[in-house]
């Protein structure tokens, strides 16, 4: 089955708009900036979280997000996804009712709300879990990089977006970008899920600090690395210690760190060779720290 790649499209009417203001003496000046709109996911009948997004791919994002929040398992069969843009709701449908509806309807009838239950659910996931030891080249990480950063995007346009790739090798899969890092990582897990793509050897890439809920969402969804232009949380290094995932941070120009499974990396990447970041990166960069 060929698989259709997928990369931001910077100019899509829906994602932007121009917005008219002043510079720093006072001179009229027009800048592109992010839309932002709500999108409300169910599973079957019961609704879930209104996320804000930039309200492309909303099918990816709500299957992406049920997934990585643990709400849906292996054994859950989705049906369909049905997205109204006029309501702005996306509902994955299941051939049968899932666990997880009846544990969030009785807690959130409860205690008013259900976000520890899910949080708690997301943690319990990674008990046990084992990620494949494959090797990565650090020679790969300095191509991806990059490929990504002169790739035409939302990232590239306004600065105010996260953005996150599914990489093999030196090719990128699929790009996506979002005001919210984690929703970037959800759209990139929808789009796997319903492409049947292996985790195994595979790289996230992100724009986004190293949260522990990006290095949870990576670590379930089965990918054994992930690289990130920012930085770190305590946290996050943690986690990515316990589960045994490779966490590269601060990936810019020659230089990157890692913190956790250092012992997939192979170190074949002639440092001589690269070159240094240009400056217009390292002003986009910035604003992600």
Not at 96 to 123: H, I, N, P, Q, Y
Not at 180 to 204: C, E, F, P, T, Y
Not at 227 to 236: K, V
Not at 257 to 267: A, E
């Amino acid at each position: 089955m060929t698989i259709d790649h997928i990369l931001p499209d910077p100019k899509d009417p829906r994602l932007s708009r121009g917005v008219e203001g002043v510079d720093e003496t006072g001179q009229p000046k027009s800048i592109s900036v992010i839309e932002e709109r709500p999108l409300t996911i169910y599973l079957n009948s019961q609704e879930i979280v209104t996320a804000m997004t930039i309200g492309d791919h909303p099918e990816y994002l709500a299957l992406g997000f049920l997934l990585n929040q643990g709400m849906l398992k292996e054994t859950d069969q989705v049906t369909r996804i049905d997205f109204d843009e006029e309501l702005e709701v996306a509902v994955v449908r299941t051939a049968g009712v899932t666990d997880v509806e009846d544990k969030l309807e009785k807690k959130t009838r409860t205690s008013g709300c259900a976000v520890g239950t899910v949080f708690g659910d997301m943690m319990a996931g990674l008990e046990g879990l084992s990620l494949p030891d494959t090797p990565v080249h650090t020679s790969t990480f300095y191509d991806l990089s990059y490929q990504i950063n002169h790739t035409p995007s939302l990232y590239m346009e306004t600065g105010a977006i996260h953005g996150t790739a599914l990489c093999q090798g030196r090719q990128i899969l699929a790009y996506m970008e979002d005001v919210g890092r984690h929703n970037a990582v959800d759209k990139i897990a929808g789009w796997m899920h319903q492409n049947n793509i292996s985790a195994a050897d595979k790289v996230l890439y992100t724009t986004g600090r190293l949260t522990s809920e990006m290095v949870i969402k990576t670590s379930l969804m089965g990918i054994p690395t992930l690289i990130s232009r920012s930085g770190f949380t305590a946290w996050g290094v943690d986690i990515a210690r316990q589960v045994g995932l490779t966490l590269i941070g601060r990936m810019r120009g020659k230089k990157f760190t890692c913190l956790s499974g250092q012992h997939r990396l192979v170190f074949d990447q002639d440092l001589s060779q690269v070159p240094d970041e240009d400056k217009k990166m390292r002003r986009k960069g910035a604003e992600h720290d």
